[in-house]
């Protein structure tokens, strides 16, 4: 079946500062998400992106769906940005196949 | 935006209990829902979908005896752990795509705890 990594696994970052997240999927997809998942588990819809970028303030994320990876932007990061994000593909039927997760700690 | 619900947002119960877990999607109508289950620091794996009015669909390697799912109506999904044991102690979490959009929304999850 499709697999799906993100990296980094882990990320320790200051406030203020920038990030980039990867995900890799391994065969094309019909579809895919980006989540955040917060420290009480909820998932947040963060982008649905199968291809293109798109922003939404201090986030954004580009997706080459042709070359098989989605980028996810953190600019200015804050405290708040704290928890795992993850990508999510759909493959067929909307079955989404979760990605590894970059669990992410934002430093005041 | 759309809202999934979910109840209990925890639980515990005892070796060889039954439990059902309730996931409602409350602004909107949803013809299909997945149920996903998380163990601590892992990703979300799919269980089932979980379709309106027909028989759920499973993953391979999910017992569909021990999860029983039903989806009575276009806006209510339920997860029912039976027998439980220690092993299934987990966040299960559910999802619905509202069927004009094709992103999916989820639920807050249920932290199943068997002792």
């Known amino acids: 079946g499709i697999q799906v990594e993100q990296s980094p696994p882990d990320l320790i970052l200051q406030e203020g500062a920038n990030s980039t997240l990867r995900c890799n999927f391994s065969?094309?997809?019909?579809?895919l998400q980006w989540f955040h998942q917060n420290p009480w588990g909820q998932l947040i819809n963060l982008f649905y992106i199968p291809s293109g970028t798109k922003q939404n303030g201090r986030l954004s994320a580009t997706t080459v769906a042709t070359e098989r990876y989605s980028l996810l932007y953190i600019s200015s990061s804050q405290t708040t940005d704290s928890g795992v994000y993850f990508c999510?593909?759909?493959?067929?039927?909307?079955?989404?196949?979760f990605g590894t997760g970059t669990r992410l700690k934002v430093l005041a | 935006g759309a809202v999934v619900s979910q109840h209990p947002s925890w639980v515990i119960c005892k070796s060889g209990t039954s439990v059902k877990i309730e996931c409602r999607s409350l602004?909107?109508?949803?013809?299909?829902m997945f149920w996903y289950r998380q163990f601590p620091k892992q990703s979300l794996m799919l269980m089932a979908t979980?379709?309106?009015?027909?028989?759920?669909?499973?993953e391979q390697g999910v017992e569909k005896d021990k999860f029983l799912i039903n989806h009575a109506s276009l806006t209510l999904s339920t997860l029912t752990v039976t027998s439980a044991h220690p092993e299934d102690s987990s966040f299960y979490i559910c999802s619905a795509r509202e069927p004009a959009r094709y992103e999916q929304y989820f639920g807050p999850g249920t932290r199943l705890t068997v002792t």
């Open positions: 979980s379709n309106e009015g027909s028989k759920a669909t499973y």
């Open positions: 999510a593909v759909e493959r067929s039927a909307y079955k989404y196949i």
């Open positions: 065969d094309s997809v019909n579809n």
């Open positions: 602004d909107f109508q949803a013809t299909t």
